[in-house]
Structure formats: structure tokens, C-alpha cells
């Protein structure tokens, strides 16, 4: 704090130091000037003086008694004076003036208004100006920064301070929250783990008494979307207590030590509203680790983050203030902020699994008029590793579609359809593909489905389709399976790897021909096959050894390779080896269903889309024209 206070009397001092500089600028350059812009003045000896009398040249002369200065012109001389120091002794003066013909004026300046007005021109106008501009600067400042507050305030950390040394946190009263854990489905053991919180904060006493302390602080850690502020909004709301929310970003500021008075203010606030909730969404925004200093640091942001650490070894958590923070990138943040003391209790908020997702999607139907029968189990199932805001998104596209549709009620195609927008964006109507790139695109997804259907270890088709979506694909063929797995064995991940292949395989058996429409085919078939070797262990050739690391599991973030380079070229091989089987393996597998292929492909190519039941009678069926195994 002292080093803070040091650094803001070093920046108002040298703000002081500028401003006395332009001050003595202005007065020695621009305010002399002020009163005779557009005369030249001219300084001479008082014997030109005489010359230029006795020549009769003068044509007006004014003389100051004060200073014995007269300023003269000539005739016929525009925009010229001349300025000298008469002599005091000079009785004759008046009478060379008069002999001269000049007109001559006295000046018995006035002290006081002289006086006056000397201060006004040299001293006041200049201050002023110099107020005005500072004042004009600041408040552009401030409003870059986003900061509304009185532009000049000295009791706030400095001259324009204003509310920079704010916190700027929200705070909602206990009556306000309005969210308690019913709000909250999906996360039983995130809230189960949270209850304890709620607990303490209700009944502190049960606490005390046996000598135990609450963790000062709880870091809510998941993927985005999965309702880690909702969580910490219900925890206030349980235990009817105040609530203060900010994000990490807003701690961050141009000037230094402003971040540190915002944490100063916010604790402050809240050891006044005790007991009460602190919740700091993004906290790895000025949580990250510290990399010791020099050019390449972050001085502002490690201030912030030191005040952080200050206040929360400060406080008494007796008093019932709890610290809830929010990240997605727990890996990045400082270990001094994960000590035990201050954010020592980690709970996940994982993303929901089929009970989980159920729930949630319940939830948010309750408020949307539905038409019976609806069926969220099957919505539930269609979206494995959606996270609880894309499924409040999925009941809310369904209902908007079902307005666009001029219906008063949602039904279950319109969840289903929701779902389909939300993995593959809107129908594309306006594009048009031509009557070949139908035919491609009909035996490609048809080539994924039959590739799928003829694999035991492979999920059911539920739906295949060629009409264009938004996120640029062309058709796709969806799967779902009938329970959610949490193991996948190695089996199940080569038949995944044909899967993705089958599409471009049914390319070149039918037309010779390859097509760009697997790109997006062959990038997930590589990415798996490369987690294959290096991180599940699933080859032959390197066994169980982890090669790689995945930077942020909550971010998708892909994996790194932490091996020699010879050894990443031997990944490469075997990567190439495990792809270019799984595509042996599909082109087999159409080859054996030739027949049914092309019955399917032009069964699609005409409905444009099908389902998953539809694909498996015609598949199943026995067709008169399909020639016999034996043939």
C-alpha cells in the first residue's frame, strides 16, 4: 500500500512539474504578445529619438511616466512602432516633440488595475487554460476506461481519479438473488459440495464450536457454459446473504495500482456487508501465473493479483465472507493462489451426463408451452457433451422455430430440429447444389451410414441428410447411442475410424473420383487416430506410452507432442498406417453392399432426408433385383 501511495505522489508530482512548464511557456511566449499582434515593435536609442524629431519624422509618440519609455511611430510607416528609455533629465524633450509636430500622448497607468491586470493575463488565464484542458483530457481518459465517475476527485487516488480505485462490483441484495439451488440442474455434485458453504454461512456457530474453519475460499472449475456462476448466485441465494459479482477483466486497468484498489474496495465493501458472497468470474484474467518478473512481465496485473493474495490472508473468514471464483483454465493460474488459505477447496462443474442433461432440459422446459407427447430423453441422448447453456439454447431455438411456424405450441420436431441447428446451423435454401453433386453427396452420406450400420460396435444411424446447413456441410449422417459410455475400447475407436472414412470411400467406389466433401472427415479421422497413439495407448508400436499432453481439457485445446522428433515422425507413420486400414476397411465393407448403396443413395437423393428407421428397413429388406451372396 505504501508503494502504491509512493507511486501516485511520484505521478502527481510530476504531473505539477509538466504543468509549470507549460505554464512558463505560455507566459514568457504566447501572453506578452497578446496586446500587440499585428505592430511590429522595434527597440532604439533615445538618440534615433531625437534624429528622427528633429528630421520631423514622428508622427505619433506616447510617453509612460512609470517606466520613462516612449513608443513612437513614423509617418507613413504602417504596422511599425518604436519602443526606447527617454532621460529622466531631459526637460527639453516636450518642446523637440512639439517643434516636431508630433502628437504626444502620457500615460499615468493606474497600480491596482495594472496590478490586476497583470495577474489576470499572466497568471489566471493560463491556470485556467491549462485546468480546462486537464479536465477535457481526463474525462476522455475515463471514458475510454469505462468509468463514469466525477472527473476530478482527490480523494480518489489522485488528481482525476474519479471512481478509477472503484471496484465497479455488482452487488445484489440477499432478496434479490432469486436463484437457490432448485435453478440449478445437472451439477448434484457440485452443489452437494457447495451445501456445506451455504451451511456455514446460515449457521456459523455449529462451526466454532468444534474449532473447525470454513476454506476461506472455493474455486469453481469447468468448461464453458456448464453454470459455474449460477452455482455461486445460488449459494447467496440458499443462504440469503448479499451478493457481489465481478469479472477478472474489470480489475484490469491502464494505470498502475488502479487494479490493486479496485481488490482494496472490493473487500472493503465486503467486510462492511459481512456476511456475503465475493464471486470473480475469469479469474485466471489476473490469477495467471507469475514468470518472475523483468521487461517480459505484467507489473499492474501482479500487483492486482498480490493485493488479491493480501486480502484473502486478511480477512477473518469468521465473518462470513466467502470467496467463490470461476475459471476454465485452472492449469494457467498462480500455485500461491491455490495454497490452503485461499482457494483450497476445487469443485468441478463438469459437463452434465444423460440424467444430468435431462434435468436441465426439463428445466428449462417448464416455461415453454409444449404439445404432447415430448419426448427429452431422446433429446437428452441426440446431445452427449452439450453443456447446460447449449441445452437451454436447444428449448429455446425449438420454440422460436415453432413461432416462425405460426404454431402457439412446441413439439417435439421442433426440439429435434433445434438440435440439428445447434451441431450444424440453419438449412441453407438459397444454395443450390447441381444434379452431380446431389449424386455425390447422397452416396457419401450413405457411405457413412452403411459403413456405421454393418459395424457392431458402431452407434445407430438416427438420420441422414443432404440438405445444406450453414456451418458450410453439404449432408450428414447422424448417430446416437442407445447408452451413454464413458469407456471407449480399442475396437470401438477403429470402428469410429472407418466410419469417417466411408464417405470417401463410397466416392471413389462409385464415381472414381475424389471430392473436398470429406475434409472435414479426414481431419476428425486424424485427430482420433493421433489420440490413438499418443494418448490412449492403442498402437502396436509404441504400447503404452504417452506422447502427448492436452493443454486445457475444458477448452478442447488439441494435443501436443512431448517426444524427440524422430519419435513424432514414427507417430506420423503409424497414424498414416491406422487411417489408410480403416479406409481399407470401409471400401471392403461397400463393396460387399454395392447393391444396397445405390437402392439407399437414390432413395436419398429423391427425400433428401431420411431417418434412421427408413434406413434400416431398406437396408434390411431383401430386394428380387439384389443378386445373391453366392454371385
Given at each position: 500500500?505504501?508503494?502504491?501511495d509512493?507511486?501516485?505522489?511520484r505521478?502527481?508530482?510530476?504531473y505539477?512539474?509538466?504543468?509549470?512548464?507549460?505554464?512558463?511557456?505560455?507566459n514568457?511566449?504566447l501572453?506578452?504578445?497578446?496586446g500587440?499582434?499585428?505592430?511590429k515593435?522595434?527597440?532604439?536609442?533615445?538618440?534615433?529619438?531625437l534624429d528622427?524629431l528633429s528630421?520631423?519624422?514622428?508622427?505619433?509618440?506616447?510617453?509612460?511616466?512609470?517606466?520613462?519609455?516612449?513608443l513612437?511611430t513614423k509617418k507613413?510607416?504602417?504596422?511599425?512602432?518604436?519602443?526606447?528609455?527617454?532621460?529622466?533629465?531631459d526637460s527639453?524633450l516636450?518642446?523637440?516633440?512639439?517643434?516636431?509636430?508630433?502628437e504626444l500622448?502620457?500615460?499615468?497607468p493606474?497600480?491596482?488595475s495594472?496590478?490586476w491586470t497583470?495577474?489576470?493575463?499572466?497568471?489566471?488565464?493560463?491556470?485556467?487554460?491549462?485546468?480546462?484542458?486537464?479536465?477535457?483530457?481526463?474525462?476522455?481518459?475515463k471514458?475510454?476506461?469505462g468509468?463514469?465517475?466525477p472527473?476530478?476527485?482527490?480523494?480518489?487516488g489522485g488528481?482525476?481519479?474519479?471512481g478509477?480505485g472503484?471496484?465497479?462490483?455488482?452487488?445484489v441484495a440477499?432478496?434479490?438473488v432469486?436463484?437457490?439451488?432448485?435453478?440449478?440442474?445437472?451439477q448434484?455434485?457440485?452443489?452437494?459440495?457447495?451445501?456445506?458453504?451455504v451451511d456455514f454461512?446460515e449457521k456459523?456457530?455449529r462451526?466454532?464450536?468444534?474449532?473447525?474453519?470454513?476454506p476461506?475460499g472455493a474455486?469453481?472449475?469447468?468448461p464453458?457454459g456448464?453454470?459455474?456462476t449460477l452455482?455461486a448466485?445460488?449459494?447467496?441465494?440458499?443462504?440469503?446473504v448479499?451478493?457481489?459479482?465481478i469479472?477478472?477483466?474489470e480489475?484490469?486497468e491502464?494505470?498502475?495500482g488502479?487494479g490493486?484498489?479496485?481488490?482494496?474496495?472490493?473487500?472493503?465493501q465486503?467486510?462492511?456487508?459481512a456476511?456475503c458472497?465475493?464471486?470473480?468470474?475469469e479469474?485466471?484474467t489476473?490469477?495467471?501465473?507469475r514468470?518472475?518478473g523483468?521487461f517480459?512481465?505484467?507489473?499492474?496485473?501482479?500487483?492486482?493479483?498480490n493485493?488479491?493474495?493480501?486480502?484473502?490472508?486478511?480477512?477473518?473468514?469468521?465473518?462470513?465472507?466467502?470467496?467463490?471464483?470461476?475459471?476454465?483454465?485452472p492449469?494457467s493460474l498462480d500455485?500461491?493462489?491455490l495454497?490452503?488459505g485461499r482457494f483450497?477447496?476445487?469443485?468441478?462443474?463438469?459437463l452434465?451426463?444423460?440424467?444430468?442433461r435431462?434435468?436441465?432440459?426439463?428445466?428449462?422446459?417448464?416455461?415453454?408451452?409444449?404439445?404432447?407427447p415430448?419426448d427429452?430423453t431422446?433429446?437428452?441422448?441426440?446431445?452427449?457433451?452439450?453443456?447446460?447453456?447449449?441445452l437451454?439454447?436447444?428449448?429455446n431455438?425449438g420454440?422460436?422455430?415453432?413461432?416462425?411456424?405460426?404454431r402457439?405450441?412446441?413439439?417435439?420436431?421442433?426440439?429435434e430440429e433445434?438440435?440439428?441447428?445447434?451441431?450444424?446451423?440453419?438449412?441453407r435454401?438459397?444454395?443450390?447444389l447441381?444434379?452431380?453433386?446431389?449424386?455425390?453427396?447422397?452416396?457419401?452420406?450413405?457411405?457413412h451410414?452403411?459403413v456405421?450400420a454393418r459395424?457392431k460396435?458402431?452407434?445407430?444411424?438416427?438420420?441422414?441428410?443432404?440438405?445444406?446447413?450453414?456451418?458450410?456441410?453439404?449432408?450428414?449422417t447422424?448417430?446416437?447411442?442407445?447408452?451413454?459410455?464413458?469407456?471407449?475400447?480399442?475396437?470401438?475407436?477403429?470402428?469410429?475410424l472407418a466410419?469417417y472414412?466411408g464417405?470417401?470411400?463410397?466416392?471413389e467406389l462409385?464415381?472414381?473420383?475424389?471430392t473436398?466433401?470429406?475434409?472435414?472427415?479426414?481431419?476428425?479421422?486424424?485427430?482420433l487416430a493421433r489420440?490413438?497413439?499418443?494418448?490412449?495407448?492403442?498402437?502396436?508400436e509404441?504400447?503404452m506410452?504417452?506422447?502427448?499432453t492436452v493443454?486445457?481439457?475444458?477448452?478442447?485445446q488439441?494435443?501436443?507432442?512431448t517426444?524427440a522428433p524422430?519419435?513424432?515422425?514414427?507417430?506420423?507413420?503409424?497414424?498414416?498406417?491406422?487411417?489408410?486400414?480403416?479406409?481399407?476397411r470401409?471400401m471392403?465393407?461397400?463393396r460387399?453392399n454395392?447393391?444396397?448403396l445405390?437402392?439407399?443413395?437414390?432413395y436419398l437423393?429423391?427425400?433428401?432426408t431420411?431417418?434412421?428407421e427408413e434406413f434400416?428397413s431398406?437396408?434390411?429388406?431383401?430386394?428380387p433385383?439384389?443378386?445373391?451372396a453366392?454371385?
Amino acid at each position: 500500500m505504501e508503494m502504491d501511495d509512493h507511486k501516485r505522489r511520484r505521478n502527481m508530482i510530476l504531473y505539477v512539474l509538466i504543468a509549470f512548464l507549460v505554464y512558463l511557456v505560455l507566459n514568457m511566449v504566447l501572453f506578452p504578445n497578446l496586446g500587440r499582434q499585428g505592430t511590429k515593435v522595434t527597440d532604439v536609442s533615445y538618440t534615433t529619438l531625437l534624429d528622427d524629431l528633429s528630421n520631423k519624422e514622428v508622427d505619433k509618440i506616447q510617453y509612460t511616466t512609470d517606466d520613462a519609455q516612449a513608443l513612437y511611430t513614423k509617418k507613413g510607416e504602417e504596422g511599425q512602432a518604436y519602443r526606447t528609455t527617454t532621460m529622466p533629465n531631459d526637460s527639453d524633450l516636450t518642446n523637440r516633440i512639439q517643434e516636431a509636430g508630433a502628437e504626444l500622448t502620457v500615460s499615468i497607468p493606474d497600480q491596482s488595475s495594472g496590478m490586476w491586470t497583470y495577474l489576470l493575463v499572466t497568471i489566471v488565464l493560463p491556470m485556467a487554460l491549462f485546468l480546462l484542458v486537464g479536465w477535457w483530457l481526463n474525462r476522455r481518459m475515463k471514458k475510454a476506461m469505462g468509468d463514469d465517475g466525477p472527473s476530478m476527485n482527490f480523494g480518489g487516488g489522485g488528481f482525476g481519479g474519479g471512481g478509477l480505485g472503484k471496484s465497479g462490483a455488482r452487488i445484489v441484495a440477499s432478496k434479490d438473488v432469486g436463484v437457490t439451488f432448485k435453478d440449478v440442474a445437472g451439477q448434484e455434485e457440485a452443489k452437494e459440495s457447495l451445501k456445506e458453504v451455504v451451511d456455514f454461512l446460515e449457521k456459523p456457530g455449529r462451526y466454532e464450536e468444534i474449532g473447525a474453519k470454513l476454506p476461506r475460499g472455493a474455486l469453481l472449475v469447468g468448461p464453458p457454459g456448464t453454470g459455474k456462476t449460477l452455482l455461486a448466485k445460488a449459494v447467496a441465494g440458499e443462504a440469503g446473504v448479499p451478493f457481489f459479482s465481478i469479472s477478472g477483466s474489470e480489475f484490469v486497468e491502464m494505470f498502475v495500482g488502479r487494479g490493486a484498489a479496485k481488490v482494496r474496495d472490493l473487500f472493503k465493501q465486503a467486510k462492511e456487508k459481512a456476511p456475503c458472497i465475493v464471486f470473480i468470474d475469469e479469474i485466471d484474467t489476473i490469477g495467471k501465473k507469475r514468470d518472475g518478473g523483468g521487461f517480459s512481465g505484467n507489473d499492474e496485473r501482479e500487483q492486482t493479483l498480490n493485493q488479491l493474495l493480501t486480502e484473502m490472508d486478511g480477512f477473518d473468514n469468521q465473518k462470513g465472507i466467502v470467496v467463490l471464483a470461476a475459471t476454465n483454465r485452472p492449469d494457467s493460474l498462480d500455485p500461491a493462489l491455490l495454497r490452503p488459505g485461499r482457494f483450497d477447496r476445487r469443485v468441478p462443474v463438469e459437463l452434465p451426463d444423460l440424467t444430468g442433461r435431462k434435468a436441465i432440459l426439463e428445466l428449462h422446459s417448464k416455461d415453454v408451452k409444449v404439445e404432447s407427447p415430448i419426448d427429452l430423453t431422446a433429446i437428452a441422448r441426440a446431445t452427449p457433451g452439450a453443456s447446460g447453456a447449449d441445452l437451454a439454447n436447444i428449448i429455446n431455438e425449438g420454440a422460436l422455430r415453432a413461432v416462425r411456424l405460426g404454431r402457439k405450441r412446441a413439439t417435439q420436431e421442433d426440439f429435434e430440429e433445434s438440435v440439428e441447428v445447434i451441431i450444424a446451423g440453419q438449412q441453407r435454401k438459397s444454395t443450390v447444389l447441381s444434379d452431380h453433386e446431389k449424386q455425390v453427396v447422397s452416396y457419401h452420406e450413405i457411405g457413412h451410414a452403411i459403413v456405421a450400420a454393418r459395424q457392431k460396435q458402431s452407434a445407430p444411424v438416427t438420420k441422414i441428410t443432404i440438405v445444406p446447413r450453414t456451418s458450410g456441410a453439404l449432408g450428414y449422417t447422424m448417430q446416437v447411442e442407445e447408452d451413454e459410455h464413458f469407456l471407449t475400447t480399442r475396437q470401438e475407436v477403429l470402428d469410429k475410424l472407418a466410419v469417417y472414412c466411408g464417405g470417401r470411400a463410397a466416392e471413389e467406389l462409385i464415381f472414381g473420383e475424389m471430392t473436398t466433401g470429406a475434409a472435414n472427415d479426414i481431419e476428425q479421422a486424424t485427430k482420433l487416430a493421433r489420440n490413438m497413439v499418443t494418448r490412449f495407448g492403442m498402437s502396436e508400436e509404441f504400447g503404452m506410452m504417452a506422447l502427448g499432453t492436452v493443454q486445457n481439457a475444458y477448452l478442447n485445446q488439441d494435443t501436443s507432442l512431448t517426444c524427440a522428433p524422430g519419435t513424432a515422425e514414427r507417430v506420423d507413420e503409424v497414424v498414416q498406417k491406422l487411417i489408410v486400414e480403416a479406409h481399407e476397411r470401409a471400401m471392403q465393407i461397400l463393396r460387399e453392399n454395392k447393391f444396397k448403396l445405390h437402392e439407399l443413395a437414390h432413395y436419398l437423393y429423391k427425400k433428401e432426408t431420411i431417418t434412421g428407421e427408413e434406413f434400416m428397413s431398406l437396408l434390411t429388406r431383401e430386394n428380387p433385383l439384389m443378386p445373391k451372396a453366392s454371385e
